[in-house]
């Protein structure tokens, strides 16, 4: 079996996802925004949101590979148990005094495999390794700016971000930012060891050697076609990993085209209506010729073409329109627009909050989308799109809608 996600559309066979656990638990008013999240959501019923998700696409005929249970069976090999630990605990070896840190792996080493998945996940307060251990350093424990010796993964739930699969490879993301750098460790683990996942074939395009340090997020990642790529730059996904993947799928794979959208970490409009984090929080492919987008972005964002010369030379242009780029390069005649909202601008801001621009495509011309953006949908069903939907009114408190919540593995040929 290969990777194979040569598009944003093909018919979805298997992906993975994670579902919410003891994470989100340890969100309040104080530290959710340093934990990237922007309300303290109801931990059960986001679990529930998220089952009903995972039921859906179950019942579809799609397999789904949840994290945790495939983290917990690479966690029975011994050896892999400790380089995990070992590995986990050293990124927080710049901000914990040596004593605190060994304290923290003998403990580690001394719980059983559910535990030691949810200290993973929602990491260890000081107070938890203090009582437990007595052995959490003066400077450390004195020190109010930080709340946790293993910080929490609160973003885990959003198995877009830490890799994303791109034709019959693999780019592995480096995280930007101390909330979600740990993710992509954990998902490497499972590739490389898991019993039912190792044996898959598949090249790597980045996030696999030393040198690839710049930021990579799969929110950022769309595969337009096998020989189209669309990556969006910004904070979180640099140019200088872009021409990384470029470079290297442009020797290896069918890939001729690569799009570029930048556009600026910050706020939507003057109202504090959340951040473009990724690509996927304005954008999405819906279908072979129709696009979901938030308009009020378009003035703000650059367009470049990448593409290769006679050798090995990587060309650059500067686009005047996106949805023409898109035309050119993946040879269509014309395209549909589907705004969020319609064209109302208060629903349109409304919902944009809600994530009403982030669905995710299962198959030409059908959807996942969130109830809650009834102005979107029913755009959506106008422009002769299938919508499931669903609730999402816990999981949409992070700014993040159904396609966060999914990494594509396999997907059919379009």
Same mark, same amino acid.
């Given at each position: 079996m290969k990777i194979q996600v040569n598009s944003e559309i093909g018919k979805l066979r298997a992906v993975m996802m994670q579902r919410p656990g003891k994470e989100i638990t340890r969100l309040t008013p104080l530290n959710m925004k340093s934990l990237l999240w922007d309300n303290v959501p109801w931990p059960g019923r986001a679990a529930e949101e998220h089952q009903a998700y995972v039921e859906t696409l179950k019942n579809l005929?799609?397999? *789904?590979?949840?994290? =945790?249970?495939? #983290? &917990?069976? %690479?966690? &029975?090999?011994? /050896? #892999?148990?400790?380089?995990?630990? @070992?590995?986990?605990?050293?990124?927080?070896?710049?901000?914990?005094?040596?004593?605190?840190? &060994?304290?923290? $792996?003998?403990?580690?080493?001394?719980v059983d495999i559910d535990e030691l998945i949810d200290i993973f996940t929602g990491g260890i307060r000081k107070e938890e390794l203090y009582n437990k251990t007595y052995e959490v350093s003066l400077q450390d424990l004195s020190d109010t700016e930080n709340e946790f010796c293993l910080t929490s993964m609160t973003n885990i739930g959003w198995s877009r971000d830490p890799a994303a699969a791109i034709g019959n490879g693999i780019a592995f993301s480096v995280m930007y930012g101390r909330a979600r750098e740990r993710e992509p460790l954990y998902v490497k683990y499972i590739f490389k060891y898991h019993p039912d996942l190792k044996y898959l074939e598949y090249d790597t395009w980045y996030g696999n050697l030393e040198e690839h340090t710049t930021p990579l997020e799969g929110g950022? %990642?769309?595969?337009? +076609?096998?020989?189209? #790529?669309?990556?969006?730059?910004?904070?979180?996904?640099?140019?200088? @990993?872009?021409? /990384?993947i470029a470079q290297n799928m442009m020797k290896q794979s069918e890939l001729t085209d690569v799009l570029v959208l930048q556009f600026n970490n910050t706020k939507l409009t003057k109202g504090d209506l959340g951040f473009y984090v990724h690509v996927d929080t304005f954008f999405t492919m819906v279908d072979y010729d129709a696009f979901l987008f938030y308009p009020d972005i378009e003035d703000s964002l650059n367009v470049f073409h990448l593409w290769k010369d006679d050798g090995d030379t990587i060309k650059t242009s500067k686009e005047s329109n996106l949805f023409e780029a898109f035309k050119k390069v993946l040879k269509? !005649? =014309?395209?549909?627009?589907? &705004? %969020?909202?319609?064209?109302?601008?208060?629903? =349109? $801001?409304?919902?944009?909050? +809600?994530? +009403?621009?982030? *669905?995710? /495509?299962? !198959?030409? +011309?059908? *959807? *996942?989308?969130? =109830?809650?953006?009834?102005a979107t949908n029913k755009e959506l069903r106008e422009n002769g799109i299938e919508v499931i939907e669903l609730e999402g009114n816990e999981l949409s408190k992070v700014l993040g809608g159904p396609r966060c919540a999914v990494m594509p593995l396999w997907r059919e040929e379009i």
């Open positions: 005929g799609i397999k *789904v590979y949840i994290m =945790s249970d495939l #983290l &917990k069976d %690479v966690l &029975k090999d011994d /050896t #892999l148990r400790k380089e995990l630990i @070992t590995k986990s605990i050293a990124y927080e070896s710049k901000r914990l005094s040596p004593q605190t840190l &060994k304290a923290m $792996q003998r403990y580690m080493e001394n950022n %990642v769309f595969p337009l +076609g096998k020989n189209v #790529l669309l990556i969006g730059l910004n904070e979180r996904t640099h140019a200088q @990993t872009i021409l /990384t269509l !005649k =014309s395209i549909r627009i589907i &705004k %969020v909202g319609g064209d109302d601008p208060i629903r =349109s $801001q409304a919902e944009q909050w +809600g994530v +009403g621009s982030n *669905v995710f /495509t299962i !198959k030409p +011309g059908t *959807v *996942v989308a969130w =109830s809650r953006n009834v």
